[in-house]
């Protein structure tokens, strides 16, 4: 029983790799090279960042992609629920020599500009972006939120819940505080999608606040610049699951508070003033 009981921690790494390769199957191929695209429509990339609805994004446009025929391709999840995401985002992207095909996928959400893809312009892509003053306040109350990765155990869950109780306890305002000196990148990734990608003709961009405020004119330009042909049956089931109306915040909820605006409402004034000055070329910009 004692041998059996030492072999445990090792099943269970086992099952949650096993997890993990069933529902990346199609990455795992496009990373050996070996996935062949079953459609020749022009590929299409979705850029965005954290906290602007990207996982609801990406799942109706997986939705539309697949419909057309394409193959939607998700290598930041494959990496992230592996827990490699990190080393992943930060450069693995560009040192693991991957080839992007400019016909038959979808490949998103990326959450920041993966500069592994080269030529851009032969991709349609969609950029979707959030007033980063809210997007840094959803971070903190979507601490206790994310559902742990699928690939990592409970020794490591247990620290990772350690680190979020130790943010939490600092208080929203330190967060914001401590999180805009210590992660540079937190506004880096703006300026790399702006000057990669705003103003270019295969490029569409839109707002988070847009998608929440008026969502079926935001789905008609979506769809607009796609041009897949989307059903109008597929087109309705979409437009029903956009419930983004949140009743009450709930830091418990992944789908908190989506309003624009959110940081005007947590955070102390001396703090939405530091908040403003450090993002405030960023907020030009993009017409925040």
Request: proline share 3%.
């Amino acid at each position: 029983m004692d041998k059996f009981l030492s072999y445990l921690p090792f099943i269970e790494w086992m099952v949650r790799r096993w997890k993990v390769r069933s529902l990346y199957a199609v990455e795992r191929q496009i990373l050996k090279g070996k996935h062949r695209a079953k459609s020749d429509r022009q590929s299409i990339i979705f850029f965005t960042v954290h906290k602007a609805g990207s996982s609801f994004i990406g799942s109706i446009l997986k939705k539309i992609v697949i419909e057309a025929g394409l193959t939607p391709v998700d290598l930041d999840g494959y990496f992230f629920n592996l827990g490699k995401g990190d080393a992943w985002e930060g450069g693995g992207r560009i040192n693991r020599k991957i080839y992007y095909c400019p016909n038959g996928y979808s490949y998103g959400p990326f959450r920041s500009f993966n500069q592994g893809i080269s030529n851009l312009d032969d991709y349609k892509i969609i950029l979707v972006l959030r007033d980063p003053r809210d997007v840094i306040v959803s971070s903190y109350y979507s601490l206790y939120s994310h559902a742990f990765l699928i690939g990592e155990g409970k020794k490591k869950q247990k620290i990772r819940m350690n680190r979020r109780e130790d943010k939490w306890r600092c208080g929203i305002d330190q967060f914001v505080i401590n999180k805009l000196k210590s992660r540079p990148s937190y506004l880096d990734n703006y300026y790399k999608y702006y000057f990669s990608l705003i103003g270019k003709p295969n490029v569409l961009f839109l707002k988070y606040e847009n998608m929440v405020t008026d969502f079926e004119t935001w789905l008609d330009k979506l769809l607009k610049f796609l041009d897949l042909n989307t059903s109008p049956h597929l087109k309705d089931e979409i437009i029903n699951l956009s419930d983004l109306e949140v009743g009450r915040d709930n830091i418990y909820k992944h789908k908190r508070q989506v309003l624009p605006g959110d940081h005007r409402l947590k955070l102390k004034k001396e703090t939405i003033e530091i908040l403003n000055s450090e993002s405030q070329e960023i907020l030009e910009l993009f017409d925040y």
